[in-house]
């Protein structure tokens, strides 16, 4: 059924059921502030097929046109085939790998992306992430806590030769900081928005960028690779920043983590599945690379175990564009999405270049 015949023309005023996945980590401030427009339909809150949940809710698969979800729940071939009037799916995520793309487009489904401008906030997290592999500031915080109130702090910081001291230690910390990263080659998975933004933060330190993408950048003067493999063989370190699909699902394997080398480091801030998870913690439990610093896991929530006590793994819980301004400003953009649907008004699709 084409998109045109199954969407009419709705009175705002009614209120909408409106099917919720996830749930996106917005929606409690966004069921705050759109209560009085939609019958929220929340799938995520019951453990029943979905079939059987909507049953249980009195309502009519039929009547639902719009979906909000995460990345956390999938929307699968079942769920778009039980709905027959769907037309928009608003995801608060860039990725859209949670979603069957192919299914949406052969019914017609609007799949829109409102993940904000978040590329700032996840290369800044990406960089962050870089730093603390290379310094291990994370397990140096850990072996200082282990210490306790027990710790020697016999320091008077009354004497002028003790600051001038002090403030000369902290100039060669900072200076021992940029040649860490200093002449370091960074290979960037997949140079869009978020890619450029890390490449952008990482050359005032003096680092080389190279990049691999699915094609070559025009206009472009980093180094471009057509293989990963060969990236990673030429790289200290590799930050994946790309959108994960059936062709970078494990991109990331063993062979490009061999090649990589025990000198090697890791920072994914794009999707877990863009690495062979149980192959990165055979490497990094076996020194075959250096360390990697994680935003993001194959199967979310779930954590290997094995990671967690390995001082050269830098753990994040998929919090890099978590930023106040962006939480906001992704949540007026779903809101934005959704009226402008049922106002008639679809919006364009929006999808992570990688």
């Not at 900081?177 to 952008?200: T, Y």
């Not at 206009?219 to 690779?225: A, D, E, G, V």
């Not at 794009?270 to 199967?299: S, T, Y």
């Not at 779930?302 to 994040?316: G, K, Q, R, Y």
Request: proline fraction near 5%; glycine fraction near 6%; charged fraction near 20%.
């Amino acid at each position: 059924m084409a998109m045109a015949e199954k969407h009419n023309h709705i009175d705002n005023k009614e209120i909408q059921p409106l099917l919720v996945f996830g749930p996106p980590l917005i929606f409690p401030t966004f069921e705050a502030r759109n209560f009085h427009k939609y019958r929220f339909l929340k799938a995520f809150s019951s453990q029943l097929p979905l079939h059987q949940f909507l049953t249980e809710q009195n309502v009519d698969p039929s009547s639902i046109q719009a979906i909000l979800c995460s990345p956390s729940q999938q929307v699968s071939t079942d769920v778009i085939q039980l709905l027959p009037s769907l037309c928009v799916i608003v995801t608060s995520s860039a990725g859209t790998d949670h979603i069957d793309l192919v299914e949406c487009s052969h019914h017609g489904i609007q799949v829109v992306s409102v993940p904000g401008d978040q590329a700032k906030d996840v290369a800044d997290m990406a960089v962050g992430l870089l730093i603390d592999v290379l310094w291990k500031i994370s397990a140096a915080d850990r072996h200082v806590r282990k210490w306790g109130p027990s710790m020697h702090r016999n320091l008077s910081f009354g004497s002028k030769v003790l600051l001038i001291l002090l403030i000369y230690m902290h100039v060669l910390f900072m200076l021992c900081f940029v040649f860490q990263l200093k002449g370091k080659r960074v290979g960037i998975v997949g140079l869009g928005k978020i890619g450029k933004e890390v490449a952008k933060r990482l050359e005032p330190f003096g680092c080389r960028i190279m990049y691999h993408s699915r094609n070559q950048k025009p206009f472009i003067s980093y180094p471009f690779y057509s293989k990963v493999v060969e990236l990673a063989g030429n790289s200290d370190v590799l930050v994946l920043c790309c959108p994960l699909n059936e062709q970078s699902r494990h991109l990331i394997n063993r062979e490009v983590m061999l090649a990589l080398g025990k000198d090697g480091a890791i920072v994914n801030v794009g999707r877990g599945a863009l690495i062979d998870e149980k192959e990165l913690v055979r490497c990094l439990m076996e020194d075959e690379i250096r360390g990697a610093g994680l935003d993001v896991f194959e199967n979310e929530p779930n954590v290997p175990n094995e990671l967690f006590p390995l001082d050269n793994v830098v753990l994040s819980p998929h919090a890099a564009s978590l930023t106040s301004d962006g939480f906001t400003e992704v949540c007026e953009l779903a809101a934005e999405a959704l009226e402008l649907f049922f106002s008639s008004k679809l919006p364009s699709i929006r999808l992570l270049d990688g």
